[in-house]
């Protein structure tokens, strides 16, 4: 991978397609800004957020019936904190905040499943799965004090949720700006934006910040849905989506293994195995 490290901007240089065939990255997303300008015409009207985003899309309210059983989920995974890895640690090219003051927990990206991570938050990913269109979907964990500078994402046609289940005690000190609208987080409140409008995150507190986000692509006119459609396609087969799927996959043990009974080999009495989450999962999609 040819690299150009910049402060706080990740790596640029190029996407590889496949082990051999790559395109130069930064043109890539400064076409698909570009188009999002003519894109952002056929979204619904964003930023939203708490019940104005429920109303534009209720289907979203599948995680609030999951509140409790998504921060059960969320708990258990904080419990193997330290395994969780920084944004860049996963995907190198995107934003660096220094440290590892960014964790993400991977879910799916471009439509794969991350299983090993998906079976430690079972009931987080059976909810997810209830939303139709969802093609990425990770845990957010910001550490206070952390800044994620103003930036805006490449992939226009794109709706962003964030799920908020872990915030400061002063939430008002810990903000997103997005295309000159402030918010704060609220505990299951929820918050909708196009994530190609630039936008900047602060925590100002001593405490963790979990959001759930989730992104999902808008209904777009021909001959525009061609072009998301066929971009999509293109980078969830890319190269570049599996070697992240490969980093984001750190395998934390599945949450509430079933135990079975078997019977003794010799004395015919019964004991007990547990069985991992992932081989009971029958394939969740």
């Not at 991978?1 to 790596?11: C, H, L, P, R, S």
């Not at 872990?166 to 704060?184: A, D, Q, R, Y």
């Not at 509430?256 to 999609?285: C, F, K, M, W, Y």
Request: charged content about 25%; some cysteine.
């Amino acid at each position: 991978m040819a690299n150009e490290t910049g402060q706080g901007v990740g790596q640029k240089g190029r996407f590889y397609l496949t082990k051999h065939i790559w395109l130069p990255q930064e043109p890539l997303e400064n076409f698909n800004l570009r188009l999002s300008d003519m894109i952002l015409r056929n979204m619904p009207k964003l930023p939203l957020g708490g019940e104005d985003a429920m109303r534009q899309f209720p289907i979203l309210g599948e995680l609030k019936k999951s509140h409790d059983k998504i921060k059960a989920d969320l708990n258990y995974l904080l419990s193997h904190h330290e395994e969780i890895p920084a944004l860049h640690e996963v995907h190198p090219r995107d934003l660096y905040v220094p440290g590892r003051a960014w964790r993400t927990f991977l879910l799916k990206l471009w439509g794969h499943e991350v299983k090993e991570n998906t079976a430690a938050v079972p009931d987080t990913y059976e909810a997810i799965n209830r939303i139709p269109g969802v093609h990425t979907a990770l845990f957010s964990i910001l550490a206070g004090g952390a800044e994620i500078e103003p930036h805006r994402g490449s992939a226009a046609g794109v709706v962003r949720f964030h799920y908020p289940l872990i915030v400061p005690t002063e939430p008002e000190k810990c903000w997103i700006e997005i295309g000159g609208h402030h918010f704060f987080w609220k505990e299951g409140e929820p918050l909708v934006f196009d994530d190609t409008r630039e936008h900047w995150v602060k925590n100002q507190t001593k405490e963790t910040r979990v959001v759930l986000i989730i992104d999902f692509n808008a209904n777009m006119p021909f001959p525009v849905n061609i072009y998301t459609g066929l971009r999509y396609n293109l980078v969830r087969r890319s190269a570049e989506v599996k070697k992240v799927i490969e980093r984001a996959s750190i395998g934390v043990p599945p949450r509430n293994p079933v135990v079975q009974p078997t019977n003794g080999l010799i004395s015919g009495a019964r004991s007990t195995t547990a069985v991992p989450a992932t081989a009971r999962s029958d394939e969740r999609h």
